[in-house]
């Protein structure tokens, strides 16, 4: 077995009857050379199915995702069966206040545990606000079932970040009812474009769940700012006050 060299490169001792004719590549190397190139097409023809099998499964798959789609716009179809007079814009309005609430009830918890800190401390402040919290959300929740009921679609946006930090007290309780100014105006539009739509029942939801709790509401947090106020300004007219409530004449 010598080496041999075949356009400038050494073969060694693998082309065992080379030794006499070099220049004449043997059986083996040719068969060698058959070999590889068959090898070569063989990966080729594989990676070729390997592609076009993942591209079947990949269709596949889509044509699943499609299946349930279909699925759903039909199930989506009949729910619409059942919707009568409720305008689009109602819809998209409604889907506005459930952000509106849910941003609330955000922005409420934060300031819950603002004042629930070992620096601040005020518990009465801190259960207040965790209070108004879960109304929020329970006011997001009744015109989701809502929205169900009158077969709308649901669409729920990413919540705002909430202020983290306030001043004082008198801040927060300023922040918290200019917050529901926003949302009471935003009520009063949906029930004016409920009353164009001609929508009865819209405006009978809003009216009987929302608007008279919403002005109870400000008037907690107006009286709330108000006696701060005072106490900062005059503790004596508040003190005179606090007393007049439980002391002297308190039953007259
Ligand atoms: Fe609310
Ligand atoms: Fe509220």
């Keep these: 077995m010598n080496d041999v060299e075949i356009n400038g490169r050494i073969w060694m001792g693998r082309l065992r009857s080379l030794d006499t004719c070099p220049n004449r590549p043997s059986w083996h190397f040719r068969h060698s050379v058959c070999v590889l190139a068959f090898n070569s097409k063989l990966y080729g023809f594989l990676n070729l199915k390997k592609k076009k099998f993942l591209d079947l499964q990949k269709k596949k798959k889509k044509k699943t995702k499609d299946m349930a789609l279909c699925f759903r716009n039909i199930k989506r179809h009949m729910c619409m069966l059942m919707r009568q007079n409720f305008a689009k814009s109602c819809e998209s309005k409604l889907n506005d206040q459930i952000n509106m609430e849910l941003?609330?009830?955000?922005?409420?918890?934060?300031?819950?545990?603002?004042?629930?800190?070992?620096?601040?401390?005020?518990?009465?402040?801190?259960?207040?606000?965790?209070?108004?919290?879960?109304?929020?959300?329970?006011?997001?929740?009744?015109?989701?079932?809502?929205?169900?009921?009158?077969?709308?679609?649901?669409?729920?946006?990413?919540?705002?970040?909430?202020?983290?930090?306030?001043?004082?007290?008198?801040?927060?309780?300023?922040?918290?009812?200019?917050?529901?100014?926003?949302?009471?105006?935003?009520?009063?539009?949906?029930?004016?474009?409920?009353?164009?739509?001609?929508?009865?029942?819209?405006?009978?939801?809003?009216?009987?769940?929302?608007?008279?709790?919403?002005?109870?509401?400000?008037?907690?947090?107006?009286?709330?700012?108000?006696?701060?106020?005072?106490?900062?300004?005059?503790?004596?007219?508040?003190?005179?006050?606090?007393y007049m409530g439980v002391g002297m004449h308190a039953n007259k």
């Design 103 to 242: 941003k609330a009830c955000h922005q409420y918890l934060a300031m819950a545990y603002h004042f629930d800190r070992s620096d601040i401390s005020s518990p009465g402040l801190h259960r207040f606000f965790l209070q108004s919290s879960m109304e929020e959300r329970e006011h997001a929740e009744k015109i989701m079932k809502y929205m169900n009921k009158r077969g709308g679609l649901i669409v729920l946006s990413s919540v705002p970040e909430p202020l983290p930090c306030f001043a004082s007290s008198l801040d927060a309780l300023k922040q918290a009812l200019k917050m529901e100014l926003e949302v009471n105006q935003h009520l009063l539009d949906l029930h004016t474009l409920a009353g164009e739509e001609s929508d009865p029942n819209l405006c009978d939801f809003i009216e009987a769940n929302f608007l008279q709790e919403q002005v109870d509401g400000q008037k907690i947090l107006a009286d709330y700012i108000c006696q701060l106020e005072k106490a900062q300004s005059d503790v004596g007219d508040y003190l005179f006050d606090k």
